[in-house]
């Protein structure tokens, strides 16, 4: 009986205009999402290439690597992250790293194109989180009171047909046409990424198969909901009255309104009341500084200059690194406090933005594509421990990890004989340094393990909701009036 | 009132003091007692709101009585509505099946929920030849169809069921006369094959035409039950038709349809 109930509403689900209308635009738009985010990646993966080779470039002029104040890093596009953008657009993909001190994040996606940030880019988890919640609610608004408004129910009832079993049956079916019919235009869409010279390792696979789960528990969601409203009213209109508001508060007010409390509710040190207070030790330090350079006292012999040159020289390092130190440990207190209090916000505006879906979609889709909101961080952490790299690179090349800076060359200092020296080698063409000898960076994402041990929680809530809307439906329906 | 005519005939279909109070508190049926034989037809006469498809309701399981049995071979209806579901087949006022389908495929869909599953496209065809749609609708979408077309798909389907008991809501109610007629006479060859059948219907000719007992419902009570033979050469019309436009007093009908 199973089969045939749900045999029936697949076949009656493909053949309405209401699912032809609705599929063919859902497809339409999956496969546009494809489409947009494998040309977003090939033009991203260009401009990668681009930026670092102009990187290196830059640098071929230079004959000491002492003039190298600070070198350009960059995140690498992903097609994953062109199909889930997650944050991806709006932190930058240009890391400027020094030999140390802080390490500014530059060029985001919606800082050069404001009108993407104002619209946002299509991609596949705006499609799924906008398109699979209606088209999930266009099927089921009408599941059972749409039966029992054209009569189908009450001939249907008429049999030894359990309940239990129609509700099921029902619940299959609609699921299976859906998922059916989206799976097809997501292959097209994944068929398209290869032929567009796209090709996705072992674990992007994994994580789209992934994506893709995610996609289909949360339309699972609004068609279990859309069935169970519909058990709960005798007319399809007010289903899809109740249905449309729990949709709007769903996609667009819950999350929006769940960040906002959390703002409220949780004081965060701002990024600008962080760099008054910097520029605050700023001005004492210098002030330290300067009275230390005026406490320099030279031991030895007055036309010892290479001794002057090197005293000067520790001295300064000692107190640029005193004042580093100073300066890099009250910044670190106080991002670590902006740190702490974004953390306290971010799980208390996510726990209350749960209670949407769309949240768990967006939440779960994003770690699984590696652009969730700790991807800002990663990058940061990645470029920080590329800097420790560097900033050796530098010491061993340079002598002083710092590059460039207010440094006395020793050349200033030299004896008539080694005046002649180098008055010979500047006749010589000056050797330019090897970029190939400048360490390289290589951004490691997360792995699929991690990835799902982060989108396991919002998996785990979405599954939850399919069996609460489920049980709800098998309830409601249950007590429902067939007459 | 004694409604039992069958003497020693084991009834198919039985209501025992049926009683139906709504939430509201509206008192539909009235301990309304009655029993169908099989191959026997049962008309249930009355206007709007008299009790007639709260009974069939009973019967299909759709209500639980507040008092009494609705009794299907046996079965009590509310104590094991999927068994005694099994031995109905159900044709309403306004049959109204998947639009999206053919009429082949409605049959079939039915069929199975009916629990028969062997049928093949053949089967289909020639049942519906025999409720009289021609061969080129077989493979039409419903949404094209007439009221008469569906009201006839719908004795299909009851056809195809194979089920001891019939109960009919109006099935002729909005039908044209032609199809009207045509629909009685598919009711009178179901009634050769020894089926029980229970027609609710505000139609007194028709009901007086083929009914083997004529029940006439008032306020959720039966106020009049006779045979065929009972009634024929009374002007149970024009009694009927007065009781049907008010302001006759239940015991004046009772009284008049008697005389």
């Known amino acids: 009986m199973l089969k045939v109930i749900i045999e029936k509403e697949i076949r009656d689900l493909i053949s309405s205009t209401k699912f032809i209308i609705t599929f063919g635009a859902c497809a339409f738009l999956i496969i546009v999402a494809f489409y947009v985010g494998t040309t977003r990646f090939n033009l991203n993966q260009a401009y990668y290439e681009a930026s670092r080779a102009e990187n290196i470039r830059s640098m071929e002029g230079m004959t000491d690597w002492n003039e190298l104040e600070s070198n350009r890093i960059f995140l690498a596009p992903t097609p994953l992250a062109s199909l889930v953008s997650g944050v991806s657009n709006d932190i930058g993909r240009t890391a400027v790293v020094e030999g140390r001190g802080s390490i500014p994040i530059e060029d985001s996606r919606y800082n050069e194109d404001p009108i993407f940030a104002i619209f946002r880019f299509l991609d596949l988890e705006f499609i799924f989180k906008v398109l699979l919640s209606l088209f999930a609610i266009l099927l089921g608004y009408d599941a059972i009171s749409g039966e029992k408004e054209r009569g189908t129910l009450r001939l249907a009832f008429a049999n030894a047909l359990p309940r239990q079993t129609y509700i099921l049956g029902k619940l299959i079916g609609t699921f299976a046409a859906l998922s059916i019919s989206v799976l097809v235009a997501i292959a097209v869409g994944t068929l398209m990424m290869p032929m567009m010279g796209i090709s996705l390792s072992g674990n992007d696979w994994i994580r789209l198969l992934l994506i893709i789960m995610a996609g289909l528990l949360y339309a699972g969601v609004f068609l279990t909901l859309s069935v169970f409203v519909s058990s709960l009213t005798n007319r399809s209109a007010n289903s899809f009255l109740v249905l449309l508001v729990i949709w709007v508060f769903c996609i667009h007010i819950v999350p929006r309104v769940s960040v906002l409390m959390a703002a409220r509710s949780v004081d965060v040190l701002s990024v600008d009341e962080i760099a008054f207070q910097q520029s605050g030790l700023r001005a004492q330090l210098l002030d330290e500084v300067s009275e230390g350079m005026e406490n320099f006292k030279f031991a030895g012999a007055n036309d010892d200059i290479d001794a002057l040159s090197n005293q000067l020289n520790a001295h300064m390092d000692s107190l640029s690194n005193v004042r580093d130190s100073k300066m890099q440990s009250f910044s670190s207190r106080l991002y670590e406090e902006r740190g702490n209090g974004q953390k306290t916000q971010e799980r208390l505006a996510f726990a209350l933005a749960r209670i949407s879906p769309a949240t768990s979609l967006t939440l779960a889709t994003s770690y699984l594509a590696g652009t969730s909101i700790g991807l800002k961080n990663r990058f940061q952490d990645e470029a920080k421990s590329y800097q420790e790299q560097y900033g050796s690179f530098l010491k061993e090349k340079t002598g002083s990890n710092t590059g460039g800076g207010l440094r006395i060359r020793q050349s200033t200092a030299c004896t008539a004989a080694e005046d002649k020296e180098n008055e010979d080698a500047k006749k010589e063409i000056p050797k330019g340094v090897d970029t190939k000898e400048l360490p390289e960076f290589k951004y490691t994402d997360v792995t699929p393990t991690e990835s799902v041990q982060a989108a396991v929680v919002d998996m785990g809530l979405l599954l939850f909701f399919n069996l609460i809307f489920f049980a709800g439906a098998f309830v409601a329906f249950g007590k429902y009036d067939v007459r | ?259």
């Open chain 2, 1 to 259: 009132m004694n409604n039992n005519h069958l003497g020693n005939i084991k009834p198919a279909l039985e209501a025992v003091n049926l009683t139906k109070r709504y939430e509201d508190g509206v008192l539909a049926l009235d301990h309304v007692s009655f029993s169908i034989a099989p191959g026997e037809l049962f008309a249930l006469l009355g206007g709007n709101g008299a009790g007639k498809t709260t009974t069939i309701n009973l019967f299909l399981g759709f209500l639980e009585p507040t008092e009494g049995e609705a009794i299907i071979n046996g079965i009590v209806c509310h104590k094991e509505p999927l068994e005694a579901k099994k031995q109905i087949a159900f044709v309403s006022e306004n049959v109204q099946l998947y639009s999206n389908f053919t009429a082949i495929q409605n049959l079939d869909f039915f069929a199975k929920l009916g629990g028969k599953k062997d049928y093949t496209k053949g089967d289909y065809r020639d049942v519906l030849l025999r409720v009289g749609l021609s061969a080129d609708v077989h493979n039409k979408r419903l949404s094209g169809f007439s009221k008469g077309m569906r009201q006839k798909c719908g004795i299909a389907i009851a056809i195809l069921k194979d089920a001891p008991v019939i109960l009919l809501d109006e099935p002729t109610s909005g039908l044209d006369p032609k199809a009207g007629r045509d629909f009685i006479e598919l009711i009178k060859s179901l009634r050769t094959e020894n089926k029980a059948i229970l027609m609710s219907t505000h139609d007194i000719f028709r009901a007086k035409e083929i009914a083997d007992v004529v029940a006439i419902m008032d306020s959720g009570q039966i106020i009049m039950q006779q045979t065929a033979e009972e009634i024929s050469g009374k002007n149970l019309e024009q009694i009927y038709m007065q009781y049907m436009a008010g302001g006759v007093f239940v015991s004046e009908v009772i009284g008049a349809a008697n005389a």
